[in-house]
């Protein structure tokens, strides 16, 4: 996925299981305009596929489709029992599990595919893996404890804030 990090400026790129593929997305978005108007970035850098996704009936961000296979962690899409709704505006808050330069070989997403749906953003030479869709700072919390007592102890809760996560204190 790092052929994709020139999006990262656009706001969280990450991928969405689809069968035995995935799809590249660029989001969150709090109105269809943003989400239109990433999608217009993204074709305009050459990606003529991009086109903006509804996430239940809420404008979440602009996807291209990209052939290729997903191994392990959460492949069933967005789990909609880990403590929030990605597909609402109000799902802000994220887990930041951690920075990995190997995360195939370093990163068990096994071990916390429960927790939510496992993201991943870009940042130079490391892969930064998230837990995403909490639509609260508590259920965020929440999974944060839990991620704590499997082994994460750096992880922190951050909030997307127009596709910057900030650190919530």
Same mark, same amino acid.
Request: net charge positive; glycine share 14%; charged share 20%.
């Given at each position: !996925? ?11 790129? =990450? =991928? *969405?299981?689809? #069968? &035995?593929?995935? @799809? ?9 305009? /943003? *989400? %239109?108007? *990433?999608?217009?970035?993204? @074709?305009? %850098? ?5 086109? !903006? ?18 191994? #392990?962690?959460?492949?069933? #899409?967005? &789990?909609?029992? *880990? ?9 802000? =808050?994220? $887990? %930041? ?6 995360? +195939?070989?370093?990163?068990?997403? &096994?071990? $916390? ?9 870009f @940042?130079?030479?490391?892969?930064? !893996? ?7 700072y ?6 944060? &404890?839990?991620?704590? /007592? ?16 900030? +650190?919530?204190?």
């Open positions: !996925m790092s052929k994709f990090s020139d999006l990262a400026d656009l706001g969280t790129v =990450y =991928y *969405a299981p689809a #069968g &035995n593929v995935y @799809k590249i997305r660029v989001g969150l978005f709090t109105t269809p305009e /943003q *989400a %239109r108007a *990433a999608a217009q970035s993204i @074709k305009a %850098r050459g990606y003529d596929g991009a086109f !903006m996704v509804t996430e239940g009936n809420v404008n979440i961000g602009t996807s291209t489709n990209t052939g290729g296979t997903v191994s #392990g962690g959460n492949t069933g #899409g967005y &789990n909609p029992n *880990a403590g929030g709704n990605y597909g609402s505006p109000k799902a802000r =808050y994220v $887990v %930041r599990l951690g920075a990995y330069s190997n995360p +195939k070989k370093s990163f068990d997403r &096994n071990s $916390v595919a429960d927790l939510g749906q496992i993201a991943e953003q @940042k130079g030479q490391f892969t930064i !893996m998230l837990l995403t869709g909490y639509g609260s508590d259920s965020a919390l929440q999974a944060l &404890n839990a991620a704590r /007592q499997r082994g994460f102890t750096d992880a922190y809760v951050a909030e997307d804030v127009n596709g910057v996560l900030r +650190k919530v204190k």
